[in-house]
Nanobody, 120 residues
Framework: VQLQASGGGLVQAGGSLRLSCAAS????????MGWFRQAPGKERDLVTN???????YYADSVKGRFTIFRDNAKNTVYLQMNSLKPEDTAVYYC?????WGAGIWIPEYWGQGTLVTVSS
């Protein structure tokens, strides 16, 4: 299984970007897919995820600005990022499936990361 992320880049504060992450490999259906991000010098944090049922989770810092959605037929997850802020600057990693420990999602599969830079 491979996750291929794309869509990062440089954008001014207040702008928008859309990230994509396509899963490929043996025929399967990802139960949960999502995005983490890691800013320079900081830990990797969960931004958002979405279940095959459509249920979603958003970190408080992105609620109302970011939207996650998926195309189950294509095993692809998208992250629409609006009203971007300089503090959103990070490498964004897509992730899928895995396990849960103490309420924390531990993905099984990771994408290669795509850099999002928001200038002020």
């Amino acid at each position: 299984v491979q996750l291929q992320a794309s869509g990062g880049g440089l954008v001014q504060a207040g702008g928008s970007l859309r990230l994509s992450c396509a899963a490929s490999g043996p025929s399967f259906s990802m139960n949960v897919m999502g995005w983490f991000r890691q800013a320079p010098g900081k830990e990797r944090d969960l931004v958002t995820n979405i279940w095959s049922s459509g249920s979603t989770y958003y970190a408080d810092s992105v609620k109302g600005r970011f939207t996650i959605f998926r195309d189950n037929a294509k095993n692809t997850v998208y992250l629409q990022m609006n009203s971007l802020k300089p503090e959103d600057t990070a490498v964004y990693y897509c992730a899928a499936d895995g396990t849960w420990g103490a309420g924390i999602w531990i993905p099984e599969y990771w994408g290669q990361g795509t850099l999002v830079t928001v200038s002020s």
